[in-house]
């Protein structure tokens, strides 16, 4: 059995954590911040309901920033990213704590102060703590949009939860401003209301925005599905010049995708699509390359973790042809294989102006990342991203991968994770690296079966550039004099190099009775991880 595969099957388990989970720090972080301490007897004592909005919004922070870490350096098994979600929230806890409660009056002070220091261009109450609107509040928070020759082109109500009360008092407000907003940000504001009042909620300020001249609308983060989409057919049927469009994690099916689709009337000025973690799967990407298909000014688009298989990658490959102004793509975590791996190779070569592309557990294997290697070495000459891990790549690949690195002299960023290069690939990699790339900073080979050797010899040369900051070999085989080496190399700048917690030196192949308990404990070992979080005094 191959040891980098079982590496593989390990590293991907402990992140994302489960909604379970997740709903569970929530709870035992209320317990935290409700419990008598020394900061409650100094600072005050937090109701459980406040202290239950704040657990809430530090998981939310906290997540997204262990997740950013996670999608750019993927670490094997997630781990390091669980260790960042702790930290995080255990830090954000103690600034809460040291807060204290916080009186209606603070708070809406706080929001105050921060629209009055947009230059009452931007209206924004996504601040403070994630809580629900009632009519009351909203009527106090609003106020300044209802201020005579008010100039706010900029709403953002993103991460305060209106129910139907405060939508009533909102819609008049809206309406009234339809002449002058183009940018409108309603990501997560129905938060925990149940489904009817949501759409309700979702249908009056669809028709309170009707006919805005929108260039920018970002409705992500709503578990809209096909419902939530036709709540807001008023709107988008109404938009004609929208440049940027965000519908990340609203649970986007094969049918609300089709709507999407339908019901925006022209995307020919459209330059930014964000569809990240939706359950799009391939009938729904075949829609979305539709749209796509539609919009020859797109220059970055996102359709990551969608569950999209090959017909669904074949068709969106094939829509992105007409695309010639893309500068970044991210197509990852999704099913395409080798046959929407070659058909994407198509039509990269056509992306002159491409800088950032990211296929990483894309299935690509060795035929599908050859194909697109090549691709690329006759395009994105000013290529600065490449993020290719998790695609079974083995040495049978690497000179095609090698020969598109070299041509690629404005590299910063290199990603090859989680693949089977082993030493020989690994060492045909840092000979290219070695020659210019200054621009260079982060390479992650981390998972690859590598030893000493090729761990040796790539450190070597990365270490000689001259704006470098990380090197991630974790997760491979390096021998315990290896490991001694790779210190030696980078002693002057020991930041540089990545840690090696889950190298392992003797390079033991995990056998298939730990594979499969990991496979049905992994959630036990993340809450393990977890269920001790402490409240730690800042470093």
């Keep these: 059995m191959d040891s980098t595969n079982q590496v593989r099957s390990f590293s991907i388990k402990l992140w994302p954590p489960s909604h379970s989970t997740r709903l569970l720090l929530v709870e035992r972080m209320t317990k935290n911040l409700t419990t008598p301490s020394i900061f409650s007897r100094k600072y005050g004592l937090l109701t459980k309901e406040e202290a239950e909005e704040d657990a809430k919004q530090i998981e939310s922070r906290a997540f997204v920033f262990a997740n950013q870490h996670h999608e750019k350096e993927p670490d094997g098994d997630g781990s390091s990213a669980v260790q960042l979600y702790a930290k995080e929230s255990s830090k954000l806890m103690l600034e809460v704590l040291k807060r204290g409660p916080i009186t209606k009056e603070a708070e809406e002070v706080m929001i105050s102060e921060k629209v009055k220091a947009s230059g009452e261009i931007i209206f924004d109450i996504s601040g403070g703590r994630r809580a629900f609107i009632d009519a009351e509040e909203a009527e106090e928070l ?19 939860s209106f129910g139907l009360d405060a939508a009533h008092v909102v819609e008049p407000i809206l309406s009234s401003l339809r002449d002058q907003l183009t940018e409108v940000d309603l990501s997560d504001f129905i938060a925990g209301r149940p489904e009817d009042e949501a759409i309700e909620v979702m249908n009056i300020f669809s028709s309170a925005l009707e006919g805005c001249e929108l260039r920018y609308l970002n409705l992500s983060n709503n578990a809209l599905g096909e419902k939530g989409i036709k709540a807001f057919e008023a709107l988008l049927r109404s938009q004609n010049n929208l440049e940027e469009l965000y519908l990340m994690n609203d649970g986007i099916s094969e049918e609300a995708a089709r709507a999407v689709c339908e019901l925006i009337p022209s995307t020919k000025k459209l330059r930014i699509l964000q569809f990240h973690n939706n359950m ?14 539609q919009s020859p000014l797109l220059e970055d688009f996102r359709c990551s973790s969608t569950r999209v298989d090959s017909e669904g990658g074949v068709a969106l490959a094939n829509a992105l042809g007409k695309c010639s102004h893309l500068k970044k793509l991210d197509l990852r975590d999704n099913m395409f294989g080798v046959e929407a791996g070659v058909a994407l190779s198509k039509a ?6 491409l800088t950032e592309i990211y ?4 299935n690509l294997e060795d035929e599908g990342s050859k194909t697109l290697a090549n691709a690329l070495i006759k395009s994105a000459p000013s290529l600065e991203v490449l993020d290719m891990a998790g695609n079974d790549i083995t040495i049978k690949a690497v000179p095609d991968l090698a020969a598109c690195i070299a041509a690629k002299q404005f590299l910063t960023k290199l990603n090859l994770a989680e693949n089977e290069l082993k030493d020989d690939g690994t060492i045909l990699i840092a000979k290219v690296l070695e020659e210019r790339h200054g621009q260079l900073s982060e390479v992650d080979l981390s998972a690859n079966g590598i030893r000493r050797a090729g761990a040796r010899v790539l450190a070597q040369v990365v270490v000689q550039k001259p704006g470098f900051k990380l090197l991630n070999l974790n997760s491979n085989f390096i021998s315990d004099e290896g490991v001694d080496e790779l210190k030696e190399i980078f002693k002057r700048a020991p930041d540089m190099l990545g840690p090696l917690d889950e190298n392992d030196p003797e390079g033991e192949d995990l056998d298939e009775e730990d594979e499969e308990e990991g496979a049905a404990d992994h959630e036990d070992e993340l809450e393990s991880k977890l269920k001790d979080l402490k409240i730690k005094p800042e470093e």
């Design 348 to 353: 990269l070569l056509g992306f002159s102006d």
């Design 359 to 362: 296929l990483s557990y894309l």
């Design 280 to 293: 799009t799967g391939d009938e729904g990407a075949i829609a979305i390359s539709e749209l796509v298909e």
């Design 142 to 160: 609003l106020k300044p949009l209802r201020q005579p020759g008010n100039k706010y082109y900029k709403i953002c109500f993103s991460n305060r």
